[in-house]
């Protein structure tokens, strides 16, 4: 059985940084993407970060420059190292896995199979 848990959220000014982590166990990194996505109330969930085996990456214009996606295979564990926080990133942010390509965006949450609880981010101005 896949479970993935978040965890690193929290609450943090404009500009300050965070780090959220994804634990995957029962799920073997292979061929397929790995994704963070985040969804603010009353609005749609956004693919902002994807990484596949290989290291490829791609992101959402909403965080390019800022939000940098990692993995570490040995440990299983995906990462969204987040920089320069503004107050409109503030959402509940979700790991996401199985993805077969790099999908990033808006109406792609049905290209993973596999999520996680999801993990708050709250950014003050």
């Known amino acids: 059985q896949v479970q993935l848990v978040e965890s690193g959220g929290g609450s943090v000014q404009a500009g300050g940084s965070l780090r959220l982590s994804c634990a995957a166990s029962g799920y073997t990194y292979s061929s397929y993407c790995m994704g963070w996505f985040r969804q603010a109330p009353g609005k749609e969930r956004e693919g902002v970060a994807a990484i596949d085996s290989d290291g490829s990456t791609s992101y959402a214009d909403s965080v390019k420059g800022r939000f940098t996606i990692s993995q570490d295979n040995a440990k299983n564990t995906l990462y969204l190292q987040m920089n320069s926080l503004k107050p409109e990133d503030t959402a509940m942010y979700y790991c996401?896995?199985?993805?077969?390509?790099?999908?990033?965006?808006?109406?792609?949450?049905?290209?993973?199979?596999?999520w996680g609880q999801g993990t708050q981010v709250t950014v003050s101005s």
């Open positions: 996401a896995a199985d993805g077969s390509e790099l999908w990033v965006g808006y109406g792609v949450d049905h290209e993973y199979n596999y």
